[in-house]
């Protein structure tokens, strides 16, 4: 996989033995490179990589065989997409979980879609076919989480960092600076909303 933005080459940042998590020390990264200390984002990495790729995973483990994508090239593209010029402004590291994982939806996404354009131009081969039918679901998910986050932008928030970024509720109190029980109503009721922009409801 080539190169990126901030001429970024993975290869040369992951070792085969990652570093022990330091929460302290993800944080103290994440700072660095939020005011320009492009080197911070370098170390950030190898500290990251495996957690990432659990998100990775779990996401794939959606897909169902087959996917063109991988979990290791979805990491790949949401850390390129990381080293973009925008910066956010980080509060810890279950914070950049969380920004992660959106950015691995949207690698997701932005790949359906690809594939979808990809297909309606060539020829008919399967309309059956497995993958298709999860890309196109996969692209209704994205789509009723962008109606939720029009109405109820924390809902869908609470929504990704629980099912996309594998975070814990009391972890998601933290980061949206929310109580537990908010969190676990908020996520309720936005299960129940999607369920019904989903066709759960019997329409």
């Known amino acids: 996989m080539r190169g990126g933005k901030e001429n970024l080459h993975l290869s040369d940042t992951i070792s085969p033995t990652m570093s ?3 929460p302290g020390e993800i944080t103290a990264l994440l700072e660095r490179w939020r005011l320009g200390d492009t080197d911070s984002f370098r170390r950030l990495i190898p500290l990251v990589y495996d957690e990432l790729h ?4 779990a996401y794939m483990s959606r897909e169902g065989a087959g ?3 991988q979990a290791t090239g979805l990491v790949h593209e949401a850390f390129l997409r990381l080293a973009g010029p925008v910066k956010e402004d980080w509060k810890d590291r279950k914070h950049f979980y969380g920004v992660a994982a959106r950015l691995m939806r949207q690698v997701l996404v932005d790949h359906a879609r690809r594939r979808t ?3 309606r131009q060539a020829p008919a081969m399967d309309a059956s076919n ?3 039918e999860l890309e196109v679901d996969y692209l209704l998910l994205d789509r009723a989480l962008g ?3 029009k109405v109820h932008p924390r809902r869908a928030q609470i929504v990704e960092f629980r099912y996309f970024g594998g975070l814990t509720l009391e972890e998601i109190a933290s980061v949206a600076g929310v109580s537990i029980s908010m969190v676990a109503k908020e996520l309720k009721l936005a299960q129940m909303w999607l369920y019904e922009q989903l066709g759960g409801g019997g329409r």
């Open 117 to 119: 354009a990809e297909k």
């Open 130 to 132: 497995h993958a298709e």
């Open 67 to 69: 996917h063109t994508l």
């Open 20 to 22: 022990v998590l330091n």
């Open 54 to 57: 659990s998100i990775a995973r």
């Open 147 to 149: 109606e939720l986050e």
